[in-house]
Every structure is written in C-alpha cells, then in structure tokens.
C-alpha cells in the first residue's frame, strides 16, 4: 500500500488509541505482579506475567474488533469519496490491529523483563510531578464539589454553544486546497477563429499578469485533436503560479509567456506583501470580466479534476436540465441563471456554450431519387464523404502514417451553388446533378448537443466563493424552486450535480 493524502490521516486518527491495548495489558500485569509480591510464597514472575496477560487478552481483542468494525462502512462508500477515504480506514485499522499484535506479544514479553521487581510490594512513594498533580486535584475537588450546580451549569453551557453552532455551521466534501496555483478557463463564442480565441486568451494573460502576486503564467488555446480533454478552439486555459510569503520581498527574475511569445527578460519583482488568494483571486475575476464575449471559470488544476470527475463539468457546482427540445432547454437554462445571479457565495456562474450557427443540410427528394435508383442512406453517404472526406486508406512515409482521405475538390464545396452541382453517377448510370435528387438549404443549428443518460441537457456550472458550499447549494436550489420549477413544462427536469452530492 502507497504513501498518499489520506493514509498519513488514518495513522493520525489511530495515534491517540495505539497505546491502549498496551496500557490495558501493563496495567493489569503490575497489579497481579503487586499481589504476588504481598503473598508469603511468591510465584515465577513469567507465570503472573502470562496469567494477567491471559486475564485481560479476550477484553483488549474484543475492544479492538468492536472499535475496527466502525470504520467498515468507508469501504462501502463509491465513488470519488470511496477513493479517498478508503485509504484512511485501512491505514487505521493496520495501525490498530498492529498494535493489538504487540500488545499480545511484545508488551508481555517487555513486562516479564521490566516490571518484576521485589520492592514492588513495598511501600509506594509518588513522584514530585504526581504529588504536585494529587495535590492541586485535591483543591480542585474541594472547590467545586460543594456547588454542583454551578459546575453542571459550566459543563453544559458550551456543549449546547457547540451544538447550536454545529446546526448552524456550514459545510463543504473537501476543505479548501491551497495548491499554489489557480487555474483560469476562458471561454468565448463557438465558432470564433483560432486567431481570434488566442487574441483574447493574450488580453486575459495580461490582465493576469498585472497582478502584483502573480508569477508567472502558462497559456493553452484550442486543444490536439485526440486531447483526452478535448475543448473547442473558442477554449483557453491559463495557469497561474502565484509569489509565496516566503519570496514577498526579494528582489528576482521570473520568465513568463505573454500571449504565446516568451520576451527575453520580462522582470516579475514579489510584492513587499502578499494579500490572501481570496482577495487575489477576486481581483482577477473582476479584470477578466472587462474582456468583452467571454465567460471566465477561476478554480485549481485537482479541485477542477475532482470536480469534472463528480459532474463532468470543471466547477464545484453544476445544474443540469435535461429535456427534449434545444430551444426550451436554451430558455430555462437563462431563467437559471438570472434566479441564482447575485445570490452571496456564487461566483464564475455561466451557461454551456450552445449557440445556432449555419449548417448545411441536405434534404432527399426521395420521388427523384428513386427514379434514379439512389437511396436515401447512399445520397447522406455520398454527401458526407464529399463534404468532410473518407479515410480510404494509409499511407507509410519511412517511420511516419498519413491517412489517405477521398473528397471533392476545394472549387466544388466553396459555396452551396457548387455542392448543388456535383456530378453523380446512378446505380442506372445516368449522370445527375446532386441538386436534381436533393435540396441542399443552409439552416441555424446547435453548434453541440450534449446528452446524460440519453436525455439531452445543458448545464449552468458556479463556484462558491467567500460561502460555504453547502449553504450555496441550499440557497441556489430554494431560489430555483421559487423562481423556474413553477413554469417548467412536462418532461423536463433540473438535477444538481458536485462535490456536494459525495458529500
């Protein structure tokens, strides 16, 4: 078993309860080993060291088994919180049972040499710190049992203090990490050019980086074609590294990219004093806002991955609606978001990006193409390979592959015009034009759909900032109810996904 996050936690748990079944097991042999020193004929030592050990061995199992079976249920849990703290029980419970292996073993074994002693049953005499320690109970003892009230009366005024403020507490899965860096997701229109996106992930690198706690920053627009988390080109992910307190005041030199470009020597000099990263972090929420068309999601790289792993959405919170129809989905997903705009703990709120943009579609005149002898699926076939092209085959270049790809010419899919005009040749060999079997019409279409268990949905994705998550939750699914679940038509649903649902 591996060294991780939690484990060193289950070893913290289990510290304080190591040295019981030990305590337990020394205790009990001191006291036989006392009353066998008092009897005219004492017997071996071993003999009482095994006897009392043997007196006391059922309790100590039976005590450890009892307190080992309260951690089983973490083995139940799935999940990402299975994952977490599944480590924490077990390294507890090979911590316990550990320590009821020496208890059984070594402390006997330790006692039979270290305790017989034969002035064990003589006088006793305390040490200094224990006569100070029975001294000072004795005082105490004297002062407050005469007013028992009193004492009750102390006692239970910060136990019922401590539960009005546990009731009243808020509540999160994970406490907040402090990873050190932040990672900012800029998202503008589908759609927008390569170039256009990368224009505005360099004005929000920018922006970051005028920043005093800012170090340095990493920028990616777009994502590879086969990215495990693939994005559109309208995507940028910036990561920002931040100045320690540990460098605030020293002078120094950090390389840093810029818009894509590293300059030869750009000097980052520390702050004389680092504010804390909430105050950081909004400060730069308040300078991206300024970038026109672009929605900004501030979080960090493993809070984000465990949040993508939760709800596939990368932020703390995700409110889903499912349904049958995009427009209406589009419609609720706004009244969404102006019900929970504003309400104190969230921030980062946005929509999924789900616009119309002009598709080309092609509709079969299936009389025509009959008496041609096309069929429906043979025309989509012959449209699909035209437009975006048909891997055929491969070819081998030395140690390299290319994929050989058959599709028309650039000068017949410049417009709609030269697509209605392709030449195709009939199962009955008649040459046809395409626009004689099918209409090729441009029409606004969704740029994505995204689909959950079959149902298609759209997501409205915050973060809690300065709130507690829980609280945030609670506050954003009662002004939801209040304001949306009224008016939503029959077969659609809003579900809320997160890391409060492991919680």
């Given at each position: 078993?591996?060294?991780?996050?939690?484990?060193?936690?289950?070893?913290?748990?289990?510290?304080?309860?190591?040295?019981d079944?030990a305590?337990?097991?020394?205790?009990?042999?001191?006291?036989?080993?006392?009353?066998?020193?008092?009897?005219?004929?004492?017997?071996?030592?071993?003999?009482?060291?095994?006897?009392?050990?043997?007196?006391?061995?059922?309790s100590?199992?039976?005590?450890?088994?009892?307190?080992?079976?309260?951690?089983?249920?973490?083995?139940?849990?799935?999940?990402?919180?299975?994952?977490?703290?599944?480590?924490?029980?077990?390294?507890?419970?090979?911590?316990?049972?550990?320590?009821?292996v020496?208890?059984?073993?070594?402390?006997?074994?330790?006692?039979?040499?270290?305790?017989?002693?034969?002035?064990?049953?003589h006088?006793?005499?305390?040490?200094p710190?224990?006569?100070?320690?029975?001294?000072?109970?004795?005082?105490?003892?004297?002062?407050?049992?005469?007013?028992?009230?009193?004492?009750?009366?102390?006692?239970?005024?910060?136990?019922?203090?401590g539960?009005?403020?546990?009731?009243?507490?808020?509540?999160?899965?994970?406490?907040?990490?402090?990873?050190?860096?932040?990672?900012?997701?800029?998202?503008?229109?589908?759609?927008?050019?390569?170039?256009?996106?990368?224009?505005?992930?360099?004005?929000?690198?920018?922006?970051?980086?005028?920043?005093?706690?800012?170090?340095?920053?990493?920028?990616?627009?777009?994502?590879?074609?086969?990215?495990?988390?693939?994005?559109?080109?309208?995507?940028?992910?910036?990561?920002v590294?931040?100045?320690?307190?540990?460098?605030?005041?020293?002078?120094?030199?950090?390389?840093?990219?810029?818009?894509?470009?590293?300059?030869?020597?750009?000097?980052?000099?520390?702050?004389?004093?680092?504010?804390?990263?909430?105050?950081?972090?909004?400060?730069?929420?308040?300078?991206?806002?300024?970038?026109?068309?672009?929605?900004?999601?501030?979080?960090?790289?493993?809070?984000?991955?465990?949040?993508?792993?939760?709800?596939?959405?990368?932020?703390?919170?995700?409110?889903?609606?499912?349904?049958?129809?995009?427009?209406?989905?589009?419609?609720?997903?706004?009244?969404?978001?102006?019900?929970?705009?504003?309400?104190?703990?969230?921030?980062?709120?946005?929509?999924?990006?789900?616009i119309?943009?002009?598709?080309?579609?092609?509709?079969?005149?299936r009389?025509?193409?009959?008496?041609?002898?096309?069929?429906?699926?043979?025309?989509?076939?012959?449209?699909?390979?035209?437009?975006?092209?048909?891997?055929?085959?491969?070819?081998?270049?030395?140690?390299?592959?290319?994929?050989?790809?058959?599709?028309?010419?650039?000068?017949?899919?410049?417009?709609?015009?030269?697509?209605?005009?392709?030449r195709?040749?009939?199962?009955?060999g008649?040459?046809?034009?395409?626009?004689?079997?099918?209409?090729?019409?441009?029409?606004?279409?969704?740029?994505?759909i995204?689909?959950?268990?079959?149902?298609r949905?759209?997501?409205?994705s915050?973060?809690?900032?300065?709130?507690?998550?829980?609280s945030?939750?609670?506050?954003?699914?009662?002004?939801?109810?209040?304001?949306?679940?009224?008016?939503?038509?029959?077969?659609?649903?809003?579900?809320?996904?997160?890391?409060?649902?492991?919680?």
């Amino acid at each position: 078993m591996s060294i991780n996050t939690m484990t060193p936690g289950g070893i913290a748990v289990a510290i304080g309860e190591l040295v019981d079944d030990a305590i337990v097991d020394v205790e009990n042999i001191f006291r036989r080993l006392r009353e066998n020193n008092l009897r005219p004929d004492p017997l071996p030592a071993q003999e009482i060291v095994f006897h009392a050990s043997s007196e006391i061995r059922n309790s100590i199992v039976l005590g450890t088994t009892v307190v080992i079976l309260v951690f089983l249920p973490l083995f139940a849990l799935s999940g990402i919180e299975g994952r977490l703290f599944a480590p924490l029980g077990l390294a507890y419970i090979v911590s316990i049972l550990m320590s009821l292996v020496v208890s059984l073993t070594v402390t006997p074994a330790l006692s039979s040499y270290l305790l017989p002693d034969p002035q064990l049953g003589h006088e006793e005499k305390d040490g200094p710190l224990l006569r100070f320690c029975k001294w000072g109970a004795r005082k105490f003892y004297g002062a407050t049992f005469p007013r028992p009230k009193i004492v009750i009366g102390i006692a239970v005024s910060p136990v019922a203090i401590g539960l009005w403020v546990v009731a009243n507490m808020g509540s999160e899965f994970l406490p907040p990490f402090n990873e050190g860096t932040s990672t900012v997701n800029i998202l503008a229109q589908p759609g927008i050019s390569l170039d256009d996106s990368n224009r505005l992930g360099a004005m929000a690198e920018n922006l970051i980086l005028g920043v005093p706690e800012v170090k340095s920053t990493g920028r990616r627009t777009g994502r590879a074609e086969q990215d495990e988390h693939a994005e559109g080109v309208h995507y940028s992910e910036i990561d920002v590294d931040f100045w320690t307190s540990e460098e605030a005041g020293k002078s120094g030199e950090a390389t840093t990219t810029v818009g894509g470009m590293r300059p030869a020597a750009l000097l980052r000099v520390p702050p004389a004093k680092v504010r804390p990263r909430p105050v950081v972090l909004a400060q730069i929420r308040r300078l991206l806002e300024t970038i026109p068309g672009t929605m900004v999601n501030v979080g960090q790289p493993i809070s984000h991955r465990i949040d993508h792993l939760l709800s596939g959405v990368k932020a703390q919170i995700a409110i889903k609606i499912t349904g049958s129809d995009l427009g209406t989905l589009r419609k609720k997903a706004m009244e969404v978001e102006r019900a929970i705009k504003g309400l104190p703990g969230v921030v980062d709120l946005q929509v999924e990006q789900q616009i119309l943009i002009p598709q080309l579609r092609l509709r079969v005149k299936r009389e025509a193409a009959a008496r041609y002898g096309f069929k429906a699926g043979e025309l989509t076939e012959i449209f699909e390979a035209a437009l975006n092209g048909r891997v055929v085959s491969q070819v081998i270049e030395g140690r390299r592959f290319f994929d050989l790809v058959l599709w028309t010419a650039e000068s017949s899919r410049v417009d709609n015009e030269a697509i209605a005009n392709l030449r195709l040749v009939s199962p009955s060999g008649a040459v046809v034009l395409l626009a004689d079997v099918a209409d090729v019409v441009e029409t606004p279409g969704p740029n994505q759909i995204n689909r959950e268990n079959v149902a298609r949905r759209i997501v409205v994705s915050c973060n809690a900032q300065g709130r507690d998550l829980g609280s945030t939750v609670k506050a954003i699914q009662e002004s939801i109810a209040m304001d949306v679940l009224p008016s939503l038509p029959e077969g659609y649903s809003i579900t809320y996904g997160g890391q409060f649902e492991s919680q």
